[in-house]
């Protein structure tokens, strides 16, 4: 029997069945007894082919036919029994597809006044709607799916929101999570807020928390709203690169864009120009007004209400800026100098060796917040600045290890090293991996853990599998070094203080 392509070919050229099958067999047959079963196989695989032609010729005739109710009905208009005006523009439609969408439904099937009506005017209320936008989700109510574009995705979700058509609203959405970056991330999520999109909502927040010290950009601090910044520095989950201190001077610089948002410079002079701007703010104050007391900084107290400030002020140098930036009220640093001096003074004489349970709720909202990115894989071992309580803890990344060690007399420590036989950390470790986008490829996490060391002791914290390991490698760490301050002994001294 000769191949399914001499077949087909010869019936197009006219040739009768049988004549087609004829000159498909050819030469002379073998006699045997497998001449049977041959003949069985071959015309067993001869209607297998026949019917996947068939099948093909089915789908082929159907992606037709859709194309056909496009162009026909949608952009031909043609039998149309309705015309919708709107934003200037005319679309004749059809309802029975009209009736897809949730708000034309409603409308054709109640006692409005619509129902009976051939040319309906829609008011257009949001401002995100476009003609383009319309035509857009007209269409997708004549075809079976929608190719849309990221940069009209706001303004076709808005409109597919005010039509209530849920297949679209879903689409939009997973198109935006799919497309967050450093410069749709502000405004996929405000518009996530707008049209009640909370996965796509979460997904933004999440991208900001991983993404805020790495992206950092004149664009995106402009648009981070007051609010949004809030939840960002308030949580346990920002991804800190180096120290809290890093954190202050992102804030500075932020705070300096949402204040003079007409200036457009290299994002590497902000710094530079906001400590200019703000020192000349403490000019006009004489010194005796913090900015944030100020009328212009009154606003962003809520932001930097929640810096964790026992963590900047633990180093030197990063005291002598924020002393001298005079951004935040006395009071505060007062109260947080107060509370270290006491924090020392039970690691020193009250015997406090550091966290003995999980507290998660002290662990998101006072620990220390530190990171570091290895760029590439190879050998590492850093500390991360700052008076720690005499816990000198080293950090070493090598063959795929991640290790703690307490540092007591084995190496150089510029500052004083506790000598107790025992100290405890409570610690999170998070690692991850991201692409150029800033969406995450991979992460591992140690979850909170408590972990003992005695003097000059290591420990492995993480062993990581190589297949998921992409570097530029991100690693970020919260601690807490020492015991929360029970309240009843605070009390305690503070009742013996006054006697």
């Known amino acids: 029997m000769g191949s399914l392509g001499s077949r087909v070919l010869r019936r197009k050229a006219g040739l009768p069945r049988g004549e087609a099958a004829a000159a498909g067999k050819g030469g002379k047959r073998k006699r045997g007894g497998a001449e049977g079963t041959g003949d069985s196989d071959s015309d067993g695989e001869a209607e297998r082919e026949e019917r996947l032609l068939h099948l093909r010729g089915r789908r082929k005739k159907l992606k037709s036919t859709s194309k056909y109710i496009y162009q026909t009905l949608f952009l031909n208009g043609e039998n149309s029994d309705i015309k919708i005006c709107a934003l200037g523009e005319e679309w004749n439609l059809h309802k029975i597809y009209l009736c897809q969408s949730g708000y034309f439904s409603s409308m054709f099937s109640g006692s409005w006044k619509e129902s009976s009506m051939n040319v309906i005017e829609l008011e257009i209320p949001d401002q995100n709607i476009d003609v383009e936008a319309l035509q857009v989700a007209f269409g997708s109510l004549y075809r079976d799916d929608v190719l849309i574009n990221p940069s009209r995705v706001v303004a076709l979700l808005a409109a597919a929101c005010m039509l209530q058509l849920d297949g679209l609203i879903q689409q939009c959405g997973e198109t935006m999570k799919e497309t967050i970056t ?14 009640g999109l909370d996965s796509v909502k ?33 949580s346990s989950n920002l991804f800190v ?65 929640h810096l964790r400030l026992q963590y900047i002020i633990s180093d030197l140098a990063s005291a002598r800026i924020v002393e001298r930036d005079a951004l935040l009220p006395s009071e505060w640093l007062s109260s947080v100098y107060k509370q270290q001096w006491f ?47 005499g816990l000198d803890l080293l950090v070493t990344y090598t063959n795929r290890y991640i290790i703690f060690k307490r540092n007591t007399l084995n190496q150089p420590c510029s500052g004083s090293v506790s000598l107790q036989p025992r100290r405890s950390i409570a610690f999170r470790l998070r690692l991850a991996s991201f692409d150029c986008s800033g969406k995450m490829i991979c992460s591992r996490t140690t979850g909170y853990q408590i972990l003992t060391l005695e003097k000059d002791q290591e420990q492995i914290v993480m062993n990581l599998d190589s297949r998921l390991l992409t570097f530029p490698l991100y690693i970020c760490c919260n601690f807490l070094y020492t015991s929360p301050e029970k309240r009843a002994d605070s009390e305690a001294q503070l009742d013996h203080l006054e006697c």
């Open 343 to 389: 924090a020392m003074l039970r690691a020193e004489q009250d015997n406090d060796i550091g966290p003995q349970e999980i507290n998660k709720e002290e662990l998101e909202g006072n620990s220390m917040r530190c990171g570091r990115k290895l760029a590439k894989d190879g050998d590492y071992c850093w500390r991360w600045t700052g008076f720690n309580f």
């Open 202 to 234: 979460k997904k933004c927040l999440e991208w900001l928390l991983n993404n805020l010290m790495t992206h950092q950009s004149v664009g995106l601090f402009k648009e981070l709203s007051i609010n949004l910044m809030k939840q960002l520095i308030s």
């Open 241 to 305: 690169l180096q120290v809290e201190m890093d954190v202050y001077t992102a804030l500075k610089k932020w705070m300096f864009l949402q204040l003079v948002p007409s200036w457009n410079g290299s994002f590497k002079q902000v710094l530079s120009e906001a400590d200019a701007w703000f020192a000349e703010r403490r000019r006009e104050f004489g010194g005796d007004v913090a900015f944030l007391e100020s009328a212009q900084g009154s606003a962003f107290v809520p932001v930097f209400a």
């Open 182 to 195: 450093a410069q749709t991330v502000c405004g996929y999520y405000n518009s996530a807020g707008t049209y």
